[in-house]
């Protein structure tokens, strides 16, 4: 059913799973709005053309949005409208560490999508909107001293998947906007006191919400590849959750996503108790 509902209107769904469509254009809109070339050489960020990059990267989501919204309209489907967004009291160094995140939450937001596209043309203009978001991301990670390349996959993610994601920086939305056929899972976050990256083969330490039933029986933390999903065992304790990142030279590396499941073989919407979370695993090249 999810399939045929998004057949024509996947690129407006690709960039997060609906209504964060918009998401990233105002993030870099408000950002630029607010922090002149200035700001960002006094946090570190000084290298030549570095703000006219990040002015050019708000530029490209913003024609993102407007190809997709024009696509959508050809199609006879109705493009959601921008929602209403909080990203939190931004500085210029907390403003690039979100823009990692974001940049590469749609990269996966795309990559998941792509298997979904049966229309030939919308694979490739989807397909070249990847790419773009695929050197925004690595153009943020380079310059906050992260691997621009840390892996051989890029991970896909399901929309439910980046539909959560994007969920906390969604506050409103129009209540013109069509309803759409996903749904936020309960928040897992990274233990605040972990310090990341972390390593393969060490522990990890997640946060669920105080209030949150967890299943009865056995749990897993799945870490989903491009070459197959990746599964640890997760000890429950008070609310915390603690599993092993695995080890593969194909990953999990750089961002990376963790789902709390009650499988051990693979991960579905049915299966899923809560995430992902966004973990940023070392590189081995650069440890």
Not at 84 to 109: C, H, K, M, Q, R
Not at 157 to 183: G, R
Not at 217 to 234: D, E, H, K
Not at 248 to 273: K, Q
């Amino acid at each position: 059913m999810k399939a045929s509902i998004i057949s024509t209107a996947i690129l407006a769904t690709a960039a997060s799973a609906a209504p964060a469509l918009h998401l990233e254009a105002n993030f870099y809109r408000e950002a630029i709005a607010k922090f002149s070339a200035a700001d960002f050489a006094a946090a570190g960020f000084n290298d030549t053309n570095f703000y006219k990059n990040l002015q050019e990267i708000g530029r490209d989501e913003q024609t993102h949005v407007d190809f997709l919204t024009t696509a959508l309209n050809g199609a006879g489907v109705t493009p959601v409208a921008a929602c209403t967004y909080d990203f939190g009291n931004l500085t210029p160094s907390t403003f690039l560490a979100t823009a990692s995140i974001i940049e590469g939450v749609g990269v996966s937001a795309y990559l998941g999508a792509a298997a979904l596209i049966t229309n030939k043309a919308y694979l490739t203009a989807a397909g070249s909107i990847l790419t773009v978001e695929a050197r925004h991301n690595a153009f943020i990670r380079g310059n906050l001293e992260m691997s621009p390349f840390p892996q051989p996959f890029d991970v896909p993610l399901d929309f439910d998947q980046v539909y959560s994601l994007a969920a906390p920086f969604i506050k409103s939305c129009p209540a013109s906007n069509p309803t759409l056929p996903v749904k936020a899972f309960p928040t897992l976050s990274v233990g605040k006191d972990v310090q990341m990256p972390i390593m393969q083969g060490e522990t990890i330490e997640f946060d669920l919400a105080a209030d949150m039933q967890v299943p009865a029986g056995p749990l897993f933390v799945a870490f989903p590849l491009a070459t197959g999903t990746m599964f640890s065992s997760a000890v429950v304790k008070d609310c915390k959750i603690y599993a092993r990142v695995p080890v593969s030279v194909y990953g999990p590396t750089g961002e990376s996503f963790a789902i709390l499941t009650t499988n051990s073989t693979v991960v579905n919407d049915d299966n899923t108790v809560a995430g992902p979370a966004v973990v940023e695993i070392m590189s081995s090249y650069l440890a």
